[in-house]
């Protein structure tokens, strides 16, 4: 919690600063009415009193009261502001953190952890924050104040007084025991909730389609009941708290009149009016030191809970970033499109084996290369690797010349446009998901005829008449086929120096297929594709095809090549097509 208070800025120490002054004057104000109470009382024993003598302690005491609230507004203020902008500021940067993160990283937390942490967690803080400002600095003031005050009025009622805050702290301790792990508990139940629910939602269909709500149902279920469970006991013990609390206040309060008519009774004259207003007084200030107690146990009732929180965001914070980049954008030593793989190997964290092993070629600007295999044999990886979404763990990845490493992560986005295995659009126009981003080669707004000859290129001309129709979430107003054309188009639309596919033509007809990559060829020659397929059909005319198995090359070369020599590449192509369509 401390290190993330660490994130306080030089304004908002000074409001806390201020915040203290007011804090004070608030408990100074509160802690001075029970003398005006004793004046009253004193007066209402002494013969002769008139109603103005009683008038002006009254009068003190209501100016008081007053004084005190609105002390406590502006700290509530100015709490409720330091809690609101610290809480944005760090939603902020574990956002612009996570943004940094590579692929590995977010691997490393979960989406559904990510989201609890950046919403769930830092409100917990900013809680803590406006109620600690009124609590945590308010009670200490007001349980030293108040002990100073009764400290001499009589042994008796400190002893009971001390009696009370011992049971108190006894009552709390076994209370905090209990509850503690059951916050952290909380925490990860929360995130696993999320998750269910996520994977529900997102998985709706097949969910209908499968008749599963039952099987989902029970699911979420479960992690709810966990939740709730947890939930639920802690909440349970935490209920004790309050009839614990009165029990020992009116206990406390009980104390102090039994004492304080036993030593009335036991003095004699002007003495029993003296003790009578003490124990008015005592039973005051003993209630205000409870009471402080109790405020401090709800923070440390909540800090536990918080400090969890708290730690889960600064361990977002705390990543480095695995994939790192430079700032200075190097000089190309090869022709803009040229990539070079130079005994690439690479392996997921965790994993037994290399997902690619020692894969070497070359492509030439305006080269087509295409990589097949069965599923799981590596092909999305090594476009994950181009792209540096992850580093690679043997060997090295040039383009134009240049290390990938050595490129700031604009510049070598900027080489791209990469169309995903499943299409990714996003909630708004054709025009705003076709003109998107920064790209080397785009400019800052695409005239229609770009957007027109991209969507021409893409064979997705036919349903796109109108640039500013409208674009649901994800694209769900779009088929499977039409939403993957939307997707080549806007990497079409950015001229880039590369092209990557990943598997985006199995959405597609064999006819709109051949049509497109017919038209890529003419529209794009000057740019690299890199093509990853499950379609003999739609790798053929490539440059040249690199066959994998479990990671490894079983062999590159054109289509002829490897149809004449490469029983992998047979295999595959045989399955699919016949030897007349393959010649
Ligand atoms: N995030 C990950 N963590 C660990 N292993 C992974 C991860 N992503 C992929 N793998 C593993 O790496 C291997 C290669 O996966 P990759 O996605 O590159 O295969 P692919 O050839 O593109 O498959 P497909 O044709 O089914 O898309 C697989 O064995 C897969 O299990």
């Given at each position: 919690?401390?290190?993330?208070?660490?994130?306080?800025?030089?304004?908002?120490?000074?409001?806390?600063?201020?915040?203290?002054?007011?804090?004070?004057?608030?408990?100074?104000?509160?802690?001075?009415?029970?003398?005006?109470?004793?004046?009253?009382?004193?007066?209402?024993?002494?013969?002769?009193?008139?109603?103005?003598?009683?008038?002006?302690?009254?009068?003190v005491m209501?100016?008081?009261?007053?004084?005190?609230?609105?002390s406590?507004?502006?700290?509530?203020?100015?709490?409720?502001?330091?809690?609101?902008?610290?809480?944005a500021?760090?939603?902020?940067?574990?956002?612009?953190?996570?943004?940094?993160?590579?692929t590995?990283?977010?691997?490393?937390?979960?989406?559904?952890?990510?989201?609890?942490?950046?919403?769930?967690?830092?409100?917990?803080?900013?809680?803590?924050?406006?109620?600690?400002?009124q609590?945590?600095?308010?009670a200490?003031?007001?349980?030293?104040?108040?002990?100073?005050?009764?400290?001499?009025?009589?042994?008796?009622?400190?002893?009971?007084?001390?009696?009370?805050?011992?049971?108190?702290?006894?009552?709390?301790?076994?209370?905090?025991?209990?509850?503690?792990?059951?916050?952290?508990?909380?925490?990860?139940?929360?995130?696993?909730?999320?998750?269910?629910?996520?994977?529900?939602?997102?998985?709706?269909?097949?969910?209908?389609?499968?008749?599963?709500?039952?099987?989902?149902?029970?699911?979420?279920?479960?992690?709810?009941?966990?939740?709730?469970?947890?939930?639920?006991?802690?909440?349970?013990?935490?209920?004790?708290?309050?009839?614990?609390?009165?029990?020992?206040?009116?206990?406390?309060?009980?104390?102090?009149?039994?004492?304080?008519?036993?030593?009335?009774?036991?003095?004699?004259?002007?003495?029993?009016?003296?003790?009578?207003?003490?124990?008015?007084v005592?039973?005051?200030?003993?209630?205000?030191?409870?009471?402080?107690?109790?405020?401090?146990?709800?923070?440390?009732?909540?800090?536990?809970?918080?400090?969890?929180?708290?730690?889960?965001?600064?361990?977002?914070?705390?990543?480095?970033?695995?994939?790192?980049?430079?700032?200075?954008?190097?000089?190309?030593?090869?022709?803009?499109?040229t990539?070079?793989?130079?005994?690439?190997?690479?392996?997921?964290?965790?994993?037994?084996?290399?997902?690619?092993?020692?894969?070497s070629?070359?492509?030439?600007?305006?080269?087509?290369?295409?990589?097949?295999?069965?599923?799981?044999?590596?092909?999305?990886?090594?476009?994950?690797?181009l792209?540096?979404?992850?580093?690679?763990?043997?060997?090295?990845?040039?383009?134009?010349?240049?290390?990938?490493?050595?490129?700031?992560?604009?510049?070598?986005?900027?080489?791209?446009?990469?169309?995903?295995?499943?299409?990714?659009?996003?909630?708004?126009?054709?025009?705003?998901?076709?003109?998107?981003?920064?790209?080397?080669?785009?400019?800052?707004?695409?005239?229609?005829?770009?957007?027109?000859?991209?969507?021409?290129?893409?064979?997705?001309?036919?349903?796109?008449?109108?640039?500013?129709?409208p674009?649901?979430?994800h694209?769900?107003?779009?088929?499977?086929?039409?939403?993957?054309?939307?997707?080549?188009?806007?990497?079409?639309?950015?001229?880039?120096?590369?092209?990557m596919?990943?598997?985006?033509?199995?959405?597609?007809?064999?006819?709109?297929?051949?049509?497109?990559?017919?038209?890529?060829?003419?529209?794009?020659?000057?740019t690299?594709?890199?093509?990853?397929?499950?379609?003999?059909?739609?790798i053929?005319d490539?440059?040249?095809?690199?066959?994998?198995?479990?990671?490894?090359?079983?062999?590159?070369?054109?289509?002829?090549?490897l149809?004449?020599?490469?029983?992998?590449?047979?295999?595959?192509?045989?399955?699919?097509?016949?030897?007349?369509?393959?010649?």
């Amino acid at each position: 919690m401390l290190k993330l208070l660490k994130r306080l800025n030089k304004k908002e120490w000074l409001t806390i600063a201020v915040s203290v002054l007011f804090i004070t004057a608030q408990v100074g104000f509160e802690l001075a009415i029970p003398g005006y109470m004793t004046q009253i009382t004193t007066a209402l024993e002494t013969k002769g009193t008139t109603a103005a003598t009683i008038l002006r302690p009254g009068a003190v005491m209501l100016l008081y009261s007053l004084l005190s609230m609105a002390s406590s507004v502006i700290v509530g203020y100015l709490a409720a502001h330091i809690a609101a902008g610290f809480a944005a500021r760090v939603r902020g940067q574990v956002f612009d953190r996570v943004m940094a993160y590579s692929t590995a990283d977010i691997n490393r937390f979960s989406i559904p952890s990510l989201l609890t942490r950046s919403t769930n967690d830092i409100t917990q803080v900013q809680m803590i924050i406006a109620m600690g400002m009124q609590v945590l600095i308010k009670a200490p003031i007001t349980a030293v104040w108040a002990i100073t005050k009764i400290a001499n009025k009589g042994w008796q009622w400190t002893t009971a007084t001390g009696a009370a805050v011992v049971v108190l702290v006894l009552m709390l301790t076994v209370i905090l025991t209990l509850v503690q792990p059951k916050f952290k508990r909380v925490q990860r139940l929360t995130d696993r909730l999320n998750l269910v629910t996520r994977e529900n939602l997102n998985g709706i269909r097949v969910v209908h389609a499968f008749n599963a709500e039952d099987y989902q149902n029970k699911k979420f279920d479960q992690a709810n009941q966990e939740l709730t469970g947890t939930n639920l006991f802690a909440n349970r013990v935490l209920g004790l708290m309050n009839p614990g609390m009165s029990l020992i206040s009116n206990g406390l309060t009980l104390a102090v009149y039994a004492i304080g008519a036993s030593l009335i009774q036991a003095a004699s004259g002007a003495a029993k009016l003296t003790l009578f207003s003490n124990m008015i007084v005592f039973s005051s200030y003993a209630l205000q030191v409870i009471m402080a107690f109790l405020l401090l146990s709800i923070i440390f009732v909540i800090l536990p809970r918080v400090s969890v929180s708290a730690g889960r965001i600064n361990d977002v914070l705390a990543v480095t970033p695995s994939v790192t980049y430079p700032s200075k954008v190097p000089a190309a030593t090869e022709p803009a499109g040229t990539i070079v793989f130079d005994h690439v190997t690479f392996r997921f964290a965790g994993a037994e084996a290399p997902a690619i092993t020692d894969l070497s070629f070359t492509a030439h600007p305006g080269d087509t290369i295409a990589f097949i295999g069965a599923t799981g044999s590596g092909k999305s990886t090594v476009l994950n690797l181009l792209a540096r979404r992850y580093d690679v763990t043997g060997g090295r990845i040039t383009i134009d010349g240049v290390d990938v490493k050595d490129y700031p992560e604009e510049a070598l986005n900027d080489k791209f446009g990469y169309i995903p295995q499943k299409a990714v659009l996003f909630s708004g126009t054709i025009r705003s998901n076709l003109d998107y981003g920064t790209g080397a080669n785009k400019p800052a707004t695409l005239a229609d005829t770009d957007l027109r000859r991209a969507l021409r290129v893409a064979q997705a001309d036919d349903f796109t008449s109108d640039l500013d129709a409208p674009v649901a979430q994800h694209g769900d107003n779009f088929s499977g086929g039409q939403k993957q054309r939307l997707a080549i188009a806007r990497a079409v639309a950015r001229r880039p120096e590369i092209l990557m596919f990943d598997d985006s033509f199995s959405a597609l007809d064999y006819a709109t297929d051949a049509k497109l990559r017919q038209a890529l060829h003419q529209e794009a020659k000057g740019t690299t594709q890199v093509i990853v397929a499950q379609r003999i059909s739609t790798i053929m005319d490539a440059t040249k095809i690199v066959v994998l198995d479990e990671g490894r090359v079983a062999g590159i070369g054109t289509h002829a090549d490897l149809l004449a020599h490469n029983k992998v590449y047979q295999e595959i192509a045989y399955s699919q097509l016949s030897k007349k369509e393959l010649a």
